[in-house]
């Protein structure tokens, strides 16, 4: 379903005829941009848009996590907002450097371009979270569709 879900989103990210795209240097964004996007002049790749850092926690996949974690130390990793993982970010954080990025960036685009910013899930929903300005917990506890890019217009 995952790979069903991918090719969709790139049919319909394709449809798109963007002048900029901004993404994360992680070897994901790398090998999508290689294999979907035929002018790499237009690819913006940012650490600011890199996936949250997971410190301690990032070699850990999550069943594992939720064992070694005390439930309410996990809650608090899965929900709260400000949580900061240990030598990780918490998505306040995140948000900080989305923010960044969308002042000095993207927002200065002209309003006629359009432009992909590629995100994973996370970044996604605290993407949303600044530009709609979403409450900390309707952040968390938001969903995004997996196969259709969410539209802005910088007007």
């Known amino acids: ?15 798109y005829n963007v002048s900029k795209i901004y993404t994360s240097d992680t070897v994901y964004a790398r090998n ?11 690819v913006n790749y940012t650490y600011d848009l890199s996936p949250r850092d997971y410190g301690d926690y990032s070699i850990m996949d999550l069943p ?22 240990p030598n990780g970010e918490s998505l306040f954080e995140v948000e900080e450097r989305l923010k960044y990025i969308y002042e000095t960036k993207i927002q200065s ?12 899930d996370e970044l996604l929903k605290v993407f949303v979270k600044v530009l ?11 969903k995004p569709e997996k196969t259709i890019p969410y539209v802005y217009y910088n007007r």
């Open 64 to 85: 594992f996590l939720k064992r070694k974690l005390s439930p309410r130390t996990y809650k608090l990793w899965d929900r709260d907002y400000h949580y900061q993982i």
């Open 109 to 120: 685009i002209p309003y006629h371009d359009e432009i992909l910013i590629l995100l994973n």
């Open 32 to 42: 999508f941009i290689n294999t979907h996007i035929q002018n790499k002049d237009v």
């Open 1 to 15: 379903e995952g790979l069903h879900q991918n090719e969709q989103l790139i049919q319909n990210i394709l449809r």
């Open 132 to 142: 709609n300005g979403m409450s900390e917990e309707d952040c968390i506890s938001f």
